[in-house]
């Protein structure tokens, strides 16, 4: 399975994570400052719960910090993984209503992490559009580039997955 994808072109995010609505925090493990000065996102003690879509050696999060790994692909995703990310998004509410600083991140902090973050903002009572329009003002305008993802968020995963599961492996 692969896990990690080009930018599409897109600029890296300006900053590490960026706090979409209080408590619940987007990112990725790289950013960059400025053109060309790519760095890396190391999570320390920030957060009290970090849910990582992509790993990378030497990005953290502290051993006190819970972590949550679940690497997914930045493409058309499996039935079993949209249920995946239906089931993190519930566990990411959660930590949130109880006033746990909550970190969901992928490579970039864009794409794969825009969609849980996107399905936690649902359960949290957003509508899908307004949840996508607030992922792209606080995080990036790049933000869920991946526009399947989008379309996913769109439709509800709940349908999302129904539907994806009726696909035959040809």
């Known amino acids: 399975m692969r ?18 609505v209080p408590g619940l925090w987007m990112g990725g ?5 400025g053109p060309g000065d790519v760095r890396r996102a190391v999570v320390g003690s920030e957060f009290d719960l970090v849910i990582s879509l992509f790993t990378a050696p030497g990005h953290g999060p502290a051993p006190d910090v819970g972590h949550r790994v679940a690497e997914i692909p930045d493409e058309p995703l499996t039935a079993a993984q949209l ?7 519930r566990h990411a509410a959660q930590a949130v209503g ?4 909550t970190l969901i991140r ?10 849980l ?3 936690t903002l649902v359960e949290l009572g957003h509508e899908p559009a307004a949840a996508i329009a607030l992922i792209r003002r606080r995080r990036s ?6 526009r399947i993802f989008e379309e996913y968020l769109t439709a509800g995963l709940d349908v999302a997955q129904l539907l994806t599961g009726l696909e035959t492996p040809t």
């Open 3 to 20: 896990t990690r994808s080009k930018s599409r072109g897109n600029p890296e995010p300006e900053e590490p994570w960026s706090e979409i």
């Open 29 to 33: 493990h790289y950013w960059s400052p």
């Open 83 to 89: 249920g995946l990310v239906r089931q993190l998004a």
């Open 98 to 101: 109880a006033g746990q600083r």
């Open 106 to 115: 992928c490579n970039a902090g864009l794409n794969r992490s825009g969609l």
């Open 117 to 119: 973050v996107g399905q």
């Open 141 to 146: 305008p790049w933000a869920l580039g991946n």
